[in-house]
């Protein structure tokens, strides 16, 4: 067998293959694994955490975000005897586990699997969890429900020694919701509900976007033109996947060996090509798209389903960090007064679907009582943010922590009336999604009387949908015990100058660059600087 590194360069190689492996050195504290094998503990969702050995996060694979009452009670018994008491929502529709201490890893991958859940492919160089629409079916405008067509991709991918090895992190999405919560812009390949009129009727399938990605240099997906009914979308993909992994010239180099560098290099006419080739039926045309102006969606409230009676509960997590207590009161309330469903969001944030109209009110007193409001504030609502130096080895600066501080300043201070996405990164990898954000917030650091400290630069004006733009770094390095009162000046000036109406972004494109950076420079005196 090729060593790994060998394997990444050539494609060939069973990454799971070293499962058994890891299972029996986790048992001796991990001390018999060569780094090539710790490497590979990604393809089960290890990650070794940044200053603590012996420890490790392990990231669970939620498909679609779909989650059992059952199973969330599993992972908060887990968290509470094994890790600290709390997990981490992530941007996948995943749950993060921190803390996991090498020796019982097994036990915890064993009871995980005994929930239905797995972590196969959570992390390493394979298709990472599918997201899609977490109000898939019960969502009254949805074009259909995707979800089953999303979970049988999910299954054909999962622990796939065909794609157990590609280049390298691979993103899709599949969903047939008008809002497009989904995010498929910023994904390798998105499935994305639509409507085609065909001979005077109207038929459903998926219009599909490749190539988008984000990390440190960025892309939205481009359309294909390509109309694919339901049933053809594992073919489809599995075809598009097979083009990417067998592209050796993506191996050469792991900085280049993303999907979006090839979809750009290719372009579209050659990407296709290659895919029909692969495929026993034509690509059919998709023709005109039509795309929500502006795709943000957070499902935060208590909100109507098609099914008469029922609703749903989304409830905003800060920066997606929930403690044991609050996962076993969610799940007990969805079992209680629901019929167990819950779903994560991409926006860090938790759903309780099936709540009858007269049940709604002892949920949301339930949910208060944990410290889950679902009236958030419009900040608290948007902010995200990545792992950061808590955990990450790539980090140069808190996320977190300073995010809810942020949000904790700004709530008392600026009165917005719709949600500001304020995302908060650690480094240039842009976890936390920082490019499509209101405001992105990027750690960088700076040296200051020969001290280094935390700083953040800071881009304005990112969305998505219709008319999608990344944000632009405006200014550089400002500390981070400052943020907070930059942004306070810039917002207090949007709420005062803004048009009636005037969004966030439009509201910075009309004042100008200059004129934002100009809210955002340093406090003139410099006494009142607080480093
Ligand atoms: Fe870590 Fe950087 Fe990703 Fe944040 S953006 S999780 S700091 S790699």
Redesign the pocket.
């Known amino acids: 067998m090729p060593t790994p590194q060998e394997a990444i360069k050539t494609g060939i190689g069973n990454p799971f293959a070293v499962r058994e492996k890891i299972e029996a050195a986790a048992k001796e504290g991990f001390t018999s694994l060569t780094e090539d094998d710790k490497f590979l503990a990604k393809w089960y969702g290890l990650y070794t955490h940044r200053n603590e050995p012996g420890y490790f996060m392990l990231r669970l694979k939620i498909p679609g975000g779909f989650l059992s009452s059952a199973q969330m009670k599993t992972i908060a018994k887990i968290a509470a005897e094994q890790n600290k008491d709390f997990a981490d929502l992530t941007t996948r529709q995943d749950i993060q586990l921190h803390w996991v201490a090498v020796k019982e890893a097994p036990w915890i991958l064993e009871t995980l699997k005994e929930a239905g859940i797995s972590t196969l492919g959570a992390c390493g160089d394979v298709m990472r969890n599918i997201v899609g629409c977490p109000v898939a079916g019960v969502d009254a405008r949805e074009y259909f429900d995707a979800s089953p067509v999303l979970q049988e991709a999910s299954d054909f991918f999962l622990g796939n020694v065909e794609f157990g090895n590609l280049p390298r992190k691979y993103k899709v999405s599949i969903a047939a919701c008008r809002d497009q919560c989904q995010q498929p812009e910023i994904q390798c390949v998105s499935f994305v509900g639509a409507e085609r009129r065909v001979d005077g009727g109207a038929q459903l399938g998926f219009d599909v976007q490749v190539g988008g990605g984000l990390s440190t240099k960025w892309y939205f997906g481009q359309r294909m033109n390509a109309f694919v009914r339901p049933e053809q979308v594992v073919p489809v993909l599995k075809a598009i996947t097979e083009v990417y992994r067998d592209a050796l010239e993506y191996r050469n180099s792991r900085s280049r060996a993303r999907f979006k560098y090839l979809v750009a290099d290719w372009g579209i006419d050659k990407l296709k090509q290659a895919v029909q080739a692969k495929l026993d039926f034509p690509l059919e045309e998709m023709g005109p798209y039509e795309e929500p102006a502006d795709s943000y969606k957070d499902h935060v409230g208590v909100h109507e389903q098609k099914q008469p009676d029922l609703f749903y509960v989304g409830i905003p997590v800060p920066v997606g960090r929930i403690t044991g207590k609050q996962m076993r009161k969610a799940a007990d309330l969805a079992q209680t007064y629901g019929d167990g469903t819950i779903r994560l969001t991409v926006r860090q944030n938790l759903l309780l679907l099936n709540i009858p109209k007269d049940k709604v009110a002892p949920v949301l007193e339930g949910l208060d009582s944990v410290g889950l409001n679902v009236n958030g504030s419009p900040i608290l609502r948007g902010v995200l943010a990545?792992?950061?130096i808590e955990f990450?080895r790539?980090?140069v600066t808190e996320?977190k922590a300073r995010a809810l501080e942020i949000v904790e300043y700004l709530e008392g201070r600026v009165l917005l009336e719709e949600p500001l996405r304020i995302h908060v990164?650690?480094?240039p990898?842009?976890?936390?999604q920082s490019p499509i954000a209101h405001i992105g917030l990027q750690g960088s650091r700076a040296t200051v009387e020969g001290r280094s400290i935390e700083t953040y630069d800071v881009a304005v004006g990112g969305q998505l949908g219709r008319d999608r733009a990344f944000n632009r770094f405006l200014i550089r390095k400002i500390p981070a015990t400052e943020i907070k009162s930059r942004l306070e000046r810039l917002l207090l000036e949007y709420k005062r100058l803004r048009k009636s109406g005037e969004a966030f972004n439009d509201f910075c494109r009309r004042i100008g660059d200059e004129a934002v950076v100009k809210l955002l420079a340093p406090p003139e005196k410099p006494s009142d600087r607080s480093w």
């Open positions: 990545c792992t950061g990450c790539l980090a996320t990164t650690g480094c990898n842009t976890c936390a």
